[in-house]
């Protein structure tokens, strides 16, 4: 089993859809939650980030954790084409210098 | 543009090459890494330098050899490659001591293995 699972995708949807982006993971170790946003032929780039359980929101973006279920979600609304992109969950331990483990990402299109 | 800058963006190398990526961060960071990124498969740490000490080796072959001259520079040297390490190849920066590592990444190389 990998320590942290995410749905390849790809997710299809029309612009302006509310688009729900998850992972589950197995190490209860982990309290630091990231979401990092992929363009084609680009590194992925921080969007979000939370600590331990929550709710934390960011313009369109709010970023769900569950810690009792292993599970983190991404929410964005009114998604945008220009939201087209793979996201990338990511997540470490309390201990300074965890290093982070990374889901396989899901690929993300929205078409107008 | 992220302040981490790879080169080159693309290679071709045949098995039996000799070849270096480069990486450059312009953000003060004192930690850097190279990750490894296959089609369909999580992000893989390789290397991780620290105040150009090399603090994490992630059971990597030999033919892979990084190399941090100091902490704004970071390469990576390859020779004799195998078909099946043709990859995105990610460097990354950040500032350790954190709980979490925030890292910032370059655009990567696009490595292909003939």
């Known amino acids: 089993q990998k320590e942290v699972e995410q749905d390849p995708g790809p997710l299809s949807v029309p612009e302006g859809a509310i688009v729900s982006l998850n992972c589950t993971y197995s190490n209860s170790a982990f309290q630091y939650f990231m979401w990092y946003r992929q363009y084609s032929r680009k590194g992925p780039e921080l969007l979000m980030y939370?600590?331990?359980?929550g709710n934390k929101e960011d313009g369109r973006f709010t970023a769900q954790v569950d810690k009792s279920s292993k599970y983190i979600s991404l929410f964005i609304r009114d998604s945008q084409p220009s939201d087209s992109a793979t996201y990338l969950c990511?997540?470490?331990?309390?201990?300074?210098?965890?290093?982070?483990?990374f889901g396989g990402g899901t690929r993300l299109m929205v078409k107008p | 543009e992220t302040g981490v800058t790879q080169t080159p963006r693309h290679l071709v190398m045949g098995m039996t090459n000799k070849k270096s990526l480069k990486c450059e961060q312009h953000?003060?960071?004192?930690?850097m890494y190279w990750y490894k990124q296959s089609a369909k498969k999580p992000l893989e740490l390789m290397f991780v330098y620290n105040f150009k000490e090399q603090t994490e080796n992630n059971s990597v072959p030999s033919r892979f050899s990084p190399e941090c001259p100091n902490s704004s520079h970071l390469f990576l040297h390859l020779h004799t490659l195998q078909p099946e390490d043709s990859a995105l190849y990610l460097c990354?920066?950040?500032?350790?001591?954190?709980?979490?590592?925030?890292?910032?990444f370059g655009s990567g190389t696009q490595l292909s293995v003939l």
């Open positions: 939370t600590y331990s359980s």
């Open positions: 990511a997540m470490s331990g309390d201990n300074a210098g965890n290093m982070l483990t």
């Open positions: 953000l003060g960071h004192n930690a």
């Open positions: 990354a920066s950040s500032t350790p001591g954190g709980s979490y590592e925030k890292l910032f």
